[in-house]
């Protein structure tokens, strides 16, 4: 029997979930650097936000700038592979995205660790946590970065919500919910497995092996800088493959910078809802999620939720997303 669109019975392929270790005050998160350089002034104001929140910040490797990205390729992927094993690492937080994480995909061989870790990040950093989703059941945390969200401080115009980061990434015994801050669209409730992240990512994963499986998930698409047709295009092509069969609902970021580019023209928020409504699931748009102007929620990706679409919208989280 088919399961119709909605229900909170999810129809996916079970995966053996990997969640880190939680975080709590005094544990150690390394920065690092898979995408593009950022300026310093920032990144050390985030350094400072995550000392006020009581973690301990450990030295970076160093470097050296090539373009837009933040070093050459060797040194990111060797960066990001020795921060992983490193024992007295708790977690990774990226000091920005840009562009650049998908260079470390190929050939990334990742050593089994007895848990994973926490690694932070939104935007660019889509590439490595589908990846690591796909390749390894990972759990990730789509939210702040130092030069991106932290450096702004908590509550402040684009900063973070301390409070979902907290629960995302320490919260052990048991779910929460997150108040998206969003509209809704489509109204009604689903449960599925929360995964996605920034839309143009998920989007460039379709024809490669880390692919993201969405049948069954809790859809979270959100960018920026975006025109109403770009949008378009980008969910005909997901649609087109397949993206959209077996999902259970869509969270929407606001798109910003993403206005029409004529009067009359369709904005993002009609674009989504003229492709998108037909699924008949529920659907909330303009989430402070990823890109926003406003503090930034920290999701975990992979973990199991329901969607509920009335008003603002909330995911209640049905299971933390860290282990003690």
């Not at 470390?104 to 994973?116: C, I």
């Not at 995964?195 to 692919?211: A, I, N, Q």
């Amino acid at each position: 029997m088919s399961t119709p669109p909605g229900s909170l019975e999810v129809a996916a392929v079970a995966v053996e979930v990997r969640k880190p270790r939680g975080l709590n005050s005094g544990s150690v998160l390394v920065p690092f650097a898979p995408a593009s350089p950022a300026d310093f002034a920032k990144v050390l104001a985030g350094a400072e936000e995550l000392r006020h929140l009581g973690f301990e910040v450990a030295d970076a490797t160093p470097l050296t700038a090539e373009g837009y990205f933040a070093g050459p390729l060797s040194g990111r992927r060797n960066e990001f592979l020795s921060e992983l094993q490193r024992d007295d690492v708790d977690a990774l937080v990226a000091i920005r995205g840009g562009y650049g994480s998908n260079y470390l995909l190929d050939g990334l061989a990742v050593e089994p660790l007895d848990a994973p870790k926490v690694i932070l990040g939104y935007s660019d950093l889509t590439s490595l946590q589908a990846y690591l989703w796909k390749r390894n059941s990972w759990v990730g945390f789509y939210g702040p970065m130092l030069a991106a969200g932290l450096d702004a401080g908590d509550g402040a115009a684009k900063g973070y919500d301390r409070e979902s980061l907290l629960s995302a990434i320490g919260k052990t015994d048991g779910g929460w919910t997150l108040k998206l801050r969003g509209e809704t669209l489509v109204g009604g409730e689903a449960e599925g497995r929360v995964l996605g992240g920034c839309m143009t990512l998920v989007e460039t994963t379709v024809g490669t092996p880390w692919e993201l499986e969405t049948r069954g998930s809790i859809l979270l698409l959100e960018d920026r800088g975006m025109k109403p047709w770009q949008v378009d295009r980008a969910l005909m092509h997901l649609k087109q493959a397949g993206k959209f069969e077996g999902v259970r609902g869509v969270v929407l970021g606001e798109f910003p910078d993403g206005g029409p580019l004529m009067t009359g023209s369709p904005t993002v928020r009609e674009v989504c809802l003229r492709i998108l409504a037909e699924l008949g699931v529920p659907i909330v748009f303009g989430a402070a999620v990823g890109h926003t102007p406003r503090p930034m929620l920290t999701v975990p990706l992979g973990v199991k939720a329901v969607l509920g679409a009335r008003g603002e919208g909330a995911l209640e989280i049905l299971e933390p997303a860290v282990v003690p």
